[in-house]
């Protein structure tokens, strides 16, 4: 395939990868890894990476492990592949970032401190009367120790804590590593803040003022604007131009202390939206109460409605027996009447303790359910960050100088990738076609009934490597011997440009001055061979052991010299099944394709896996690589055969089996196909007789790879 179209075929296939095959795999994560590695000052010892599209978290870190949720909502909004690998680098930058800078500890102590009842590190200090009053407010809270209110103050605490670190994080990050981290972060912080809501849009769902207040705040955070273009105008918008200073100020400082410290501030600030609530909640709370009982005392009488019968009917007795029950009360001692006031009371006292704790219970469960709104009405891209996970401090940690070339590693992978891909498509297509020309090949009378199956490998196992790198060391032994000879051949070939000619029509300018008067040069075209080679391989098991090392080093070595030569070469190896039938049409026959005329990188390791099995019906293979050769539009076919021995197979075999080959050899003789037998076992009168002048003995098997090179050498000369 010309390298045009391969390049074209490549690219066809990048463009239909999918995020799950890219992001799933090996060389992805080894990517990511590298860069977290990097950008931690190597301290980075795991990375998770995993995918789940229902989650809010995008990515988080505990001490020297990060996690990156493929399937965020973040990276997944984005349309390329390229992108969302830029959304992941991001995603990785920022938690890293948390590694490097967050300390997790202070904001433990941070929330344990302000549950306890206590401001950590320390009480905020008013500005102004108003604050004054809005602290000694939110003391009361604190000396109580109420935790469902206390809670409130930490979840809105948190998150702007949280808000203010990934401010200081992200603009540190971004400042050291300007490729493709910062890119990353800042498409995420963008895609965020495209769907943040509009003011009005909030005002209008109804939300309570903390989460709109909380969501204004994150849009100032992140662009340094806010999203109220459609014109609404609420005081929310002044509150915020209040903490618009004070959110820069921490978003800039270095330490964690002082953003805990403008968080104290902040939450002073806004304490006039934390009494609005807790009013809310106090008479939300209250209205329960009332209504409970009227509702427990309908619900009871439509359960009962005889027993409210029976309760009238008890009261109709008792009125008529009013005289009666009156006189015998009258009876009654001094003891008893002071029992029954004693027992009022206590039932009074029981009552009212009972009301309390069901104000109690009704006031918790409006809290609880307003922090759960809270938590669901906070900004979408703080809680993506990472949400609260603890992160671990690591202090000190240099910046590296340059970041990962992450955008020709991510091309690397789709590249190898795509060409894997279309490799295995192409071996596909290959082995189709060799298939359909088998079948189209007219074989000769009784070769015609045989079985035939075409093998090629298209999986190269870590053996096989290793088997074909034992080859090379030979071949490169065999090629310097054949060095002074090879060489001229192919510099002939090559366009080159002789230099310092004393004739010539062009002038060679770097020699101009040269004394001698040689100043001419001459373009030589090279020699264009119009040759194409086929190399047939016996794989019968009597070439068992050297005969098939060496075989297969000849087959090596012409490989490399056709390629070096830009000469189309086919290497084919045969063999039986080795069972002996009665019926041909019984047998098969074996055609490993090795290297095909259209070549591939895969082909030394199928010419090194040859394995020798079975017997040898020599007739199909040379009818097969024979037609193979005829089917090409170079001039000169030349067909060498590398065999031990006579035919033999299933009813073919002795002077039948020679007449048939010396049949076909003629037959392709004279349709142009030269050839070359290569004879290395015992039977070599039996093969000299076939192939008559193209018989070559092979007495030493180290010679061979030798021999058949130079034989190719000579044709070529021709």
């Not at 967050?102 to 206590?118: I, W």
């Given at each position: 395939?010309?390298?045009?179209l391969?390049?074209?075929?490549?690219?066809?296939?990048?463009?239909?990868?999918?995020?799950?095959?890219?992001?799933?795999?090996?060389q992805?994560?080894?990517?990511?890894?590298?860069?977290?590695?990097?950008?931690?000052?190597?301290?980075l010892?795991?990375?998770?990476?995993?995918?789940?599209?229902?989650?809010?978290?995008?990515?988080?870190?505990?001490?020297?492990?990060?996690?990156?949720?493929?399937g965020?909502?973040?990276?997944s909004?984005?349309?390329?592949?390229?992108?969302?690998?830029?959304?992941?680098?991001?995603?990785?930058?920022?938690?890293?970032?948390?590694?490097?800078?967050?300390?997790?500890?202070?904001?433990?102590?941070?929330?344990?401190?302000?549950?306890?009842?206590?401001?950590?590190?320390?009480?905020?200090?008013?500005?102004n009367?108003?604050?004054?009053?809005?602290?000694?407010?939110?003391?009361?809270?604190?000396?109580?120790?109420?935790?469902?209110?206390?809670?409130?103050f930490?979840?809105?605490?948190?998150?702007?804590?949280?808000?203010?670190?990934?401010?200081?994080?992200?603009?540190?990050?971004?400042a050291?590593f300007?490729?493709?981290?910062?890119?990353?972060?800042?498409?995420?912080?963008?895609?965020?803040?495209?769907?943040?809501?509009?003011?009005?849009?909030m005002?209008e769902?109804?939300?309570?003022?903390?989460?709109?207040?909380?969501?204004?705040?994150?849009?100032?955070?992140?662009?340094?604007?806010?999203?109220?273009?459609?014109?609404?105008?609420?005081?929310?918008?002044?509150?915020?131009?209040?903490?618009?200073?004070?959110?820069?100020?921490?978003?800039?400082?270095?330490?964690?202390?002082?953003?805990?410290?403008?968080?104290?501030?902040?939450?002073?600030?806004?304490?006039?939206?934390?009494?609005?609530?807790?009013?809310?909640?106090?008479?939300?709370?209250?209205?329960?109460?009332?209504?409970?009982?009227?509702?427990?005392?309908?619900?009871?009488?439509?359960?009962?409605?005889?027993?409210?019968?029976?309760?009238?009917?008890?009261?109709?007795?008792?009125?008529?027996?009013?005289?009666?029950?009156?006189?015998?009360?009258?009876?009654?001692?001094?003891?008893?009447?002071?029992?029954?006031?004693?027992?009022?009371?206590?039932?009074?006292?029981?009552?009212?303790?009972?009301?309390?704790?069901?104000?109690?219970?009704?006031?918790?469960?409006?809290?609880?359910?307003?922090?759960?709104?809270l938590?669901?009405?906070?900004?979408?891209?703080?809680?993506?960050?990472?949400?609260?996970?603890?992160?671990?401090?690591?202090?000190?940690?240099?910046?590296?100088?340059?970041?990962?070339?992450?955008?020709?590693?991510l091309?690397?992978?789709?590249?190898?990738?795509?060409?894997?891909?279309?490799?295995?498509?192409?071996?596909?297509?290959?082995?189709?076609?060799?298939?359909?020309?088998?079948?189209?090949?007219?074989?000769?009378?009784?070769?015609?009934?045989v079985?035939?199956?075409?093998?090629?490998?298209?999986?190269?196992?870590?053996?096989?490597?290793?088997?074909?790198?034992?080859?090379?060391?030979?071949?490169?032994?065999?090629?310097?011997?054949?060095?002074?000879?090879?060489l001229?051949?192919?510099?002939?070939?090559?366009?080159?440009?002789?230099?310092?000619?004393?004739?010539?029509?062009?002038?060679?300018?770097?020699?101009?001055?040269?004394?001698?008067?040689?100043?001419?040069?001459?373009?030589?075209?090279?020699?264009?061979?119009?040759?194409?080679?086929?190399?047939?391989v016996?794989?019968?098991?009597?070439?068992?052991?050297?005969?098939?090392?060496?075989?297969?080093?000849?087959?090596?070595?012409?490989?490399?010299?056709?390629?070096?030569?830009?000469?189309?070469?086919?290497?084919?190896?045969?063999?039986?099944d080795?069972?002996?039938?009665?019926?041909?049409?019984?047998?098969?026959?074996?055609?490993?394709?090795?290297?095909?005329?259209?070549?591939?990188?895969?082909?030394?390791?199928?010419?090194?896996?040859?394995?020798?099995?079975?017997?040898?019906?020599?007739?199909?293979?040379?009818?097969?690589?024979?037609s193979?050769?005829?089917?090409?539009?170079?001039?000169?076919?030349?067909?060498?055969?590398?065999s031990?021995?006579?035919?033999n197979?299933?009813?073919?075999?002795?002077?039948?089996?020679?007449?048939?080959?010396?049949?076909i050899?003629?037959?392709?003789?004279?349709?142009?196909?030269?050839?070359?037998?290569?004879?290395?076992?015992?039977?070599?009168?039996?093969?000299?007789?076939?192939?008559?002048?193209?018989?070559?003995?092979?007495?030493d098997?180290?010679?061979?790879?030798?021999?058949?090179?130079?034989?190719?050498?000579?044709?070529?000369?021709?």
């Open positions: 395939m010309k390298k045009a391969y390049r074209k075929r490549i690219c066809a296939e990048k463009e239909k990868l999918t995020p799950e095959k890219v992001f799933h795999t090996p992805y994560r080894d990517l990511l890894t590298s860069i977290g590695r990097e950008i931690t000052g190597g301290e010892t795991t990375l998770r990476l995993y995918d789940d599209e229902n989650s809010g978290i995008a990515g988080w870190n505990r001490g020297k492990t990060v996690a990156v949720n493929l965020n909502q973040i990276t909004s984005f349309l390329t592949l390229e992108l969302k690998s830029d959304s992941l680098i991001g995603i990785l930058g920022h938690e890293c970032g948390h590694y490097r800078y967050t300390d997790s500890a202070l904001r433990k102590r941070y929330a344990e401190h302000m549950l306890n009842g206590s401001w950590y590190p320390k009480e905020p200090v008013p500005e009367a108003q604050e004054k009053e809005a602290l000694d407010a939110m003391n009361v809270y604190f000396e109580r120790k109420d935790k469902a209110i206390l809670s409130i930490l979840q809105t605490a948190s998150y702007l804590s949280n808000l203010l670190n990934d401010m200081y994080i992200e603009e540190k990050m971004c050291l300007p490729g493709s981290i910062r890119r990353g972060i800042l498409m995420n912080r963008d895609r965020n803040v495209e769907w943040l809501p509009t003011l009005r849009e005002l769902t109804e939300k309570d003022k903390i989460s709109i207040l909380m969501n204004l705040c994150a849009q100032y955070a992140l662009s340094s604007r806010v999203n109220a273009w459609d014109g609404a105008d609420y005081e929310l918008i002044d509150t915020l131009k209040l903490l618009m200073p004070v959110i820069d100020e921490a978003g800039k400082a270095a330490d964690d202390m002082e953003r805990y410290l403008a968080t104290n501030h902040i939450l002073l600030m806004i304490w006039k939206y934390f009494a609005e609530i807790i009013e809310e909640i106090e008479k939300n709370s209250t209205e329960n109460e009332e209504q409970q009982p009227e509702q427990e005392e309908r619900e009871g009488q439509k359960e009962n409605p005889e027993e409210s019968e029976k309760e009238e009917s008890e009261e109709e007795k008792q009125g008529n027996t009013g005289a009666q029950t009156e006189q015998n009360e009258n009876k009654t001692g001094k003891d008893d009447t002071e029992q029954g006031t004693e027992t009022e009371d206590k039932m009074e006292a029981n009552g009212k303790e009972q009301e309390a704790e069901d104000r109690e219970n009704g006031r918790a469960a409006e809290l609880q359910k307003f922090l759960q709104q938590c669901e009405n906070l900004p979408k891209c703080v809680r993506e960050s990472g949400g609260f996970e603890d992160k671990q401090n690591e202090c000190g940690i240099p910046a590296s100088e340059t970041e990962a070339s992450s955008d020709n590693a091309q690397k992978i789709l590249y190898e990738m795509a060409k894997e891909t279309l490799d295995e498509k192409i071996q596909k297509e290959i082995f189709e076609h060799l298939q359909k020309e088998l079948m189209e090949i007219p074989f000769e009378e009784g070769h015609d009934l079985l035939k199956k075409l093998c090629r490998k298209t999986e190269i196992s870590d053996f096989l490597k290793l088997q074909t790198e034992k080859y090379e060391e030979q071949l490169k032994q065999v090629k310097k011997r054949l060095r002074l000879k090879l001229p051949i192919l510099k002939n070939q090559k366009e080159r440009t002789e230099h310092k000619l004393f004739l010539g029509r062009r002038v060679d300018l770097r020699n101009i001055a040269a004394p001698s008067g040689a100043v001419f040069k001459k373009q030589q075209p090279g020699k264009k061979l119009d040759i194409c080679v086929a190399v047939l016996d794989n019968s098991f009597s070439m068992c052991g050297e005969r098939m090392d060496y075989a297969i080093l000849a087959a090596l070595c012409l490989y490399d010299f056709c390629m070096e030569s830009e000469i189309p070469v086919l290497v084919c190896g045969h063999h039986t080795g069972y002996r039938h009665e019926n041909l049409k019984d047998e098969t026959v074996y055609l490993h394709c090795c290297a095909d005329f259209e070549t591939d990188e895969k082909d030394r390791f199928r010419i090194a896996g040859m394995q020798p099995y079975g017997s040898n019906r020599d007739g199909t293979a040379l009818w097969y690589a024979g193979r050769l005829l089917e090409r539009p170079e001039k000169q076919k030349l067909l060498f055969v590398i031990d021995g006579a035919p197979a299933n009813q073919y075999g002795g002077t039948g089996a020679k007449r048939d080959l010396q049949k050899r003629k037959k392709l003789l004279q349709q142009g196909v030269f050839f070359q037998a290569a004879a290395i076992g015992s039977d070599k009168e039996a093969i000299q007789e076939i192939y008559e002048e193209s018989f070559l003995d092979i007495t098997l180290e010679q061979l790879p030798a021999l058949l090179t130079k034989k190719l050498l000579r044709f070529i000369r021709r």
